[in-house]
C-alpha cells in the first residue's frame, strides 16, 4: 500500500464512547499531521509530529488526544466527544516540518457523534 | 497574523471555459503558498504550489503565479474539464511555522458538459 491511509474511513461514537482514529503514511515522511475539517470553516490544524515529537498543539481540547509511537503511524484517541466535535478528519505527512514541504493527505475520518 | 481569502464558490462553468479563481494572503513573514484539490470522498492532493516570488507553479493545465506586490496567487486553467470538477483550497506557511498549512475556506467548482 502506498501513501497515506486511515482508518476507519467512517464512524459513529456515542458522547461517552472512547475510539481511536489510526494514520499510517509509507512514504518515509518524518513529519505528520491532524487536521478538522468542519461544514462551513476553514480547514484546522489540530496537532503537528515531527520525528515523533509534538511540535504543534493549536489549541485543541483534552478530548482529543494524539499519539505518535513512530515516523509511519499516528493515533487520535477519542473520549466524552461533544456533537459539534462531528466532522471529517484528516491525516497528513510531509518529508520534513517545514514550510516549503509538500504536505500528503490520507481520505480522511468521517466522525459522527450522536 | 496569518490569514487567507480566497473567492466564495459555488463556482459553475462549462466544459471548455476560462477558469480564475482567486486568492490573497496576509502573512507575518514570508509564505510558501498552495492550491490543494478536494475530490468527492477524498482527501486533499496538492495541485501546485510556489515558494517564492514571481515563481509560477503548474500541473494538469492549471497555473498560479505568486504576486508579492499583490499579495495573491490566483489560480486559473484555460479550457476545465468535467473531471475538474472538485474543491479548490488556497493555502500558505510561513518559515518557522512547523509546516502549519493555513487554509481558505475552500472553492467548490462545478463543470458541466
Known amino acids: 500500500e502506498t501513501g497515506v491511509t486511515q482508518t476507519p474511513r467512517h464512524l459513529v461514537m456515542g458522547m461517552t464512547n472512547k475510539k481511536s482514529l489510526k494514520c499510517e503514511q509509507h512514504l518515509g515522511h518524518n513529519a505528520m499531521y491532524w487536521y478538522k475539517q468542519s461544514a462551513k470553516k476553514p480547514l484546522e490544524l489540530m496537532f503537528v509530529y515531527n520525528f515523533k515529537e509534538q511540535t504543534e498543539n493549536n489549541s485543541v481540547p483534552s478530548r482529543f488526544s494524539p499519539e505518535c509511537p513512530n515516523s509511519s503511524h499516528l493515533f487520535l484517541h477519542l473520549h466524552t466527544l461533544q456533537p459539534e466535535d462531528s466532522a471529517l478528519y484528516l491525516c497528513a505527512s510531509s518529508q520534513g516540518g517545514t514550510s516549503t514541504d509538500t504536505q500528503y493527505f490520507g481520505p480522511g475520518t468521517r466522525l459522527t457523534v450522536l | 497574523g496569518n490569514s487567507v481569502t480566497q473567492m466564495e464558490g459555488p463556482v459553475t462553468l462549462s466544459e471548455e471555459a476560462f477558469l480564475t479563481i482567486n486568492c490573497t494572503y496576509t502573512?507575518?513573514?514570508?509564505?510558501?503558498l498552495f492550491w490543494y484539490v478536494q475530490y468527492p470522498g477524498e482527501g486533499l492532493q496538492l495541485l501546485l504550489k510556489?515558494?517564492?516570488?514571481?515563481d509560477k507553479g503548474s500541473n494538469k493545465g492549471f497555473e498560479a503565479t505568486y504576486r508579492k506586490e499583490t499579495t495573491s496567487f490566483h489560480l486559473e486553467k484555460g479550457s476545465v474539464q468535467v473531471s475538474d470538477s472538485a474543491v479548490y483550497f488556497c493555502?500558505?506557511?510561513?518559515?518557522?511555522?512547523?509546516?502549519?498549512?493555513?487554509f481558505g475556506k475552500g472553492t467548490k467548482l462545478s463543470v458541466k458538459p
Open positions: 502573512a507575518t513573514g514570508y509564505p510558501s
Open positions: 493555502a500558505l506557511s510561513v518559515i518557522g511555522s512547523q509546516g502549519n498549512l493555513i
Open positions: 510556489a515558494t517564492k516570488a514571481d
